[in-house]
């Protein structure tokens, strides 16, 4: 059974820092791009960064400079440090596994996890 399972949110003061984790139970992980995304309540998903298998990342402006997407093909793990919290990065951040098969998109989504920056 595919499982993505994120640990690593919480409470944070601005300008504080957390790293979140992502376990994913997939097969050939290190096949797949993986990416986190957050949610806030009334807004639309949105792509924090992404890893893909070659290790190429992106950012969203926002967090450009201040979170650092990476992954460790061994531990079947994605991680986002994130550094310089800001309030309005307070969100449910989810953790994303993408692949294609031949041309059929495949995703994976974990549960989500709370990040609240306040003082």
């Known amino acids: 059974q595919v499982q993505l399972v994120e640990s690593g949110g919480g409470l944070v003061q601005p300008g504080g820092s957390l790293r979140l984790s992502c376990l994913a139970s997939?097969?050939?992980?290190?096949?797949?791009?993986m990416a986190w995304y957050r949610q806030t309540p009334g807004k639309q998903r949105e792509l924090v960064a992404l890893?893909?298998?070659?290790?190429?990342?992106d950012y969203a402006d926002s967090v450009k400079g201040r979170f650092t997407i990476s992954r460790d093909n061994a531990k079947n793990t994605a991680y986002l440090q994130m550094f310089s919290l800001r309030p309005e990065d307070t969100a449910v951040y989810y953790c994303?596994?993408?692949?294609?098969?031949?041309?059929?998109?495949?995703?994976?989504w974990g549960q989500g996890t709370q990040v609240t920056v306040s003082s």
């Open positions: 994303n596994a993408h692949r294609l098969v031949f041309t059929t998109p495949v995703d994976f």
């Open positions: 997939v097969p050939a992980f290190s096949y797949y791009t």
């Open positions: 890893i893909t298998r070659d290790g190429n990342t």
